[in-house]
């Protein structure tokens, strides 16, 4: 018995610890990380010190263009330090940049809110593959994951574009989405006065 005894201890030094702590998955605008809500919290719930997370993350991102929303994730060791990864920014972001946009389509499929090249995809598609969820990608999956995405924010994958009639597009578009945000605030007051 002492024989095992000695044979257990031996073992639990040499098994790890496991964690049981979910990594936070959030999304912190580049250069803007503060101890306010909604990150405030996230973080105090998993006893990390706000003020060392903020300027770190802000030291990280300074030579980013700031407000760029970055996706992280966040996992806690036991000793209260953490690991901070920090990912490109999201598809559809790259996406509306490269078509020009501020907003994707009400509805997908049905309208088309921007155009983008095969050359502004595929340059996308080089910036996303580098991040550690699509590192077992293909880069042709990567471009079809990517026009699936532009689909759904209404954006348009073509051959080749000219400029001069994308930007009579854009000042059509600016229109539509104009009297759509009328349309939307005329809803939202007509709520107002039904529940008033």
């Keep these: 018995m002492s024989k095992a005894a000695g044979k257990l201890k031996s073992l639990k030094k040499t098994v790890e610890r496991v964690t049981h702590t979910s990594k936070l998955k959030t999304n912190i605008p580049a250069g803007m990380a503060a101890a306010g809500p909604p990150l405030g919290p996230m973080l105090g719930q998993r006893a990390i010190n706000i003020a060392a997370f903020c300027k770190d993350f802000n030291a990280k991102t300074a030579e980013m263009k700031e407000g760029v929303p970055l996706p992280c994730r966040i996992s806690v060791n036991s000793d209260r330090s953490y690991d901070l990864v920090i990912h490109h920014p999201p598809a559809t972001y790259f996406l509306k940049q490269a078509a020009g946009i501020l907003r994707g389509t009400m509805t997908p499929g049905k309208e088309v809110a921007g155009m983008i090249t095969l050359k502004h995809l595929y340059e996308i598609a080089a910036i996303k593959i580098q991040d550690p ?64």
């Design 133 to 196: 969820p699509n590192a077992l990608l293909t880069m042709q999956q990567m471009c079809e994951m990517l026009i699936s995405i532009a689909r759904t924010c209404g954006i348009k994958v073509v051959k080749d574009l000219d400029a001069a009639s994308y930007g009579e597009f854009l000042e059509e578009r600016k229109i539509i989405v104009e009297q759509q945000r009328r349309e939307l605030q005329e809803k939202r007051e007509a709520k107002m006065l039904r529940t008033g």
